[in-house]
């Protein structure tokens, strides 16, 4: 089969010098479909992102599979969608470790008294209310695993540092600007010996970075302590605990260099830790699933994606909070505007998708009617910014549909959007992948960074501040009029799959496969 790779921008120039057509024949000068003036005028004038994100991401908070918050999330969703006449239900896929986040209170008693900045990790192990006094001890240089063995029993009684200390808290972008040039070159030099060394202590102790902490735990260690710096100021990755009784606490890059200093120089740090987080036993996970039915092809969909779930570092504003409110809302501006489609538009809310995509995964695996006529899946999943590219996943004919639905939006809503057909398909990076598998044509509305992977994505910054409203209100706006568009389409588009170069013996690659989701699970 001959595939026809092509990059596409849309941008205010192409669409108007020489008074030429713009891509697949549209005028200079656009007149807009009257739905798509409303869904505008709607959009814009009515918008009600602000409140949808002052309850969810304020009133709620971060919404980690297992936990309260994520219940509450699942409920308020549904009464929202239901409060503008949209049917929804939370639809039960699994079950996960139940988890509910008490205080952190994280203090350096000596050689002097200062409270530290920090935070459990997800589903660690608490203190039971009790604030626990111990020695803080990094790790030495091993030879071998023997040498760790032999080191082992030290911890006994003891917080132990697991993180590679960190040369600089300064961002590369900030000594790039200020720095002289052989100042930012000496400092990268250090950083990847520091590296180098720390991998390589750890590799000598037989066990990854992953199963470290548990060791230590078994050895007797009071608690773990590390750093997972994002290389922004103030920024860390909260991710999930690796101990199972006791805590496990990230410390800012200053507090915990502070600590790493002290205890490197002979002066041992004493730290005292309360938490008083809470095991619930095994809880049920949810998708939250919402339809605006279809009035003449009722068993055809439309569908809008995008996770609740979140990390809990920060209140999971831009992952994936961005993506849930422009969905709901477009869910609720159709409505207003266009509430009889002639196909139905479903909006899932998925659950569990930063633990492997579980949620959407099992939503295909358990509704293969839908799968088999779903028109398209729109997904929202990287940020606050608006809409920069999509990617044709790898349908041969995505360049003629999606090319008929972007026609309908306001060029001052594309003119920056580049599109790359028929593109590759997502092995995995977010739901619209569960979709791509089972062959569904479905497409990561990607968008503009704004600093997003180390800025927000999985950290303790990832707040209500980091919004932009109207890059938001813009992807609101695209996304409706292709859903609309989608909707109304004659047929059921083609879904015939490109020839996947395989780059190493010349055969053909292999469509990602459908995988199953882990219905049950612990922490990571």
């Known amino acids: 089969m001959r595939v026809h790779t092509r990059t596409l921008v849309f941008s205010g120039v192409m669409l108007v010098s020489v008074h030429a057509q713009g891509q697949w024949g549209r005028p200079a000068e656009q007149k807009l479909d009257p739905v798509v003036e409303r869904i505008v005028k709607e959009a814009t004038e009515g918008s009600q992102l602000e409140r949808l994100a002052f309850e969810l991401l304020d009133v709620v908070g971060p919404r980690l599979v297992g936990t309260p918050q994520m219940n ?13 006449g949209i049917p929804a239900e939370n639809q039960q896929f699994g079950e996960w470790r139940g988890w509910e986040r008490g205080i952190s209170h994280i203090d350096m008693t000596y050689p002097r008294l200062k409270t530290l900045a920090g935070t459990q990790l997800a589903w660690s192990p608490s203190t039971k209310g009790k604030a626990i006094e111990g020695e803080v001890v990094i790790l030495p240089t091993f030879t071998n695993q023997q040498d760790f063995e032999k080191w082992l029993p030290q911890v006994k009684g003891k917080y132990v540092m697991v993180s590679m200390y960190q040369p600089t808290g300064r961002p590369d972008h900030n000594w790039e600007q200020y720095a ?5 070159e000496r400092m990268k030099k250090e950083r990847d010996s520091l590296i180098r060394v720390f991998d390589d202590n750890i590799r000598a102790t037989g066990l990854s970075a992953n199963s470290l902490p548990g060791r230590l735990e078994d050895a007797g260690a009071l608690g773990v302590l590390s750093s997972f710096w994002s290389r922004e100021f103030g920024a860390n990755k909260i991710f999930g605990a690796r101990t199972q009784r006791v805590p496990s606490v990230d410390i800012s890059l ?9 205890a490197k120089n002979g002066i041992t740090p004493k730290v005292k830790i309360e938490t008083s987080s809470k095991d619930l036993g ?65 909006i899932g809310l998925w659950g569990s998708e930063e633990q492997g995509l579980n949620g959407s995964r099992a939503f295909v695996l358990d509704n293969p009617a839908i799968v088999e006529k779903t028109q398209a899946v729109f997904n929202l999943d990287n940020g606050t910014g608006r809409v920069e590219n999509i990617n044709g996943s790898g349908f041969v004919h995505a360049y003629d549909f999606i090319g008929r639905w972007l026609q309908a939006v306001p060029n001052g809503i594309t003119r920056d959007i580049k599109t790359t057909f028929p593109g ?34 999985h950290t303790n910054l990832d707040t ?61």
Do not use: C
């Open 72 to 84: 509450k999330a699942n409920e308020w969703a549904v009464k929202t969608f239901q409060s503008w």
């Open 180 to 184: 002289r040039p052989a100042s930012f």
């Open 254 to 262: 200053e507090d915990y260099g502070l600590l790493y200093r002290l």
């Open 282 to 346: 095994n809880v049920p996970s949810f998708n939250t699933i919402a339809q605006i039915k279809g009035t003449e092809l009722p068993d055809e969909y439309v569908i809008l994606s995008a996770h609740l779930d979140s990390w809990e570092g920060g209140s999971g504003a831009t992952d994936n909070g961005t993506g849930t409110l422009a969905m709901m809302e477009v869910a609720r501006v159709l409505k207003t505007v266009f509430p009889n489609p002639k196909r139905t538009i479903l």
């Open 424 to 457: 590759s398909p997502g092995g995995g990076g977010s739901d619209h992948a569960s979709f791509v598998a089972a062959g569904v044509p479905a497409f990561m509305l990607s968008s503009l960074s704004w600093g997003y992977f180390n800025n927000t994505w």
């Open 464 to 524: 209500y501040d980091k919004l932009v409203f109207d890059d938001l209100r813009d992807n609101v706006i695209l996304t409706a009029v292709m859903a609309y568009k989608a909707a109304q389409e004659d047929k059921l588009v083609d879904r015939e799959r490109r020839v996947l170069p395989d780059g190493q013996n010349g055969e053909a690659g292999q469509w990602p496969a459908i995988r199953q989701p882990r219905r049950t699970g612990v922490g990571y």
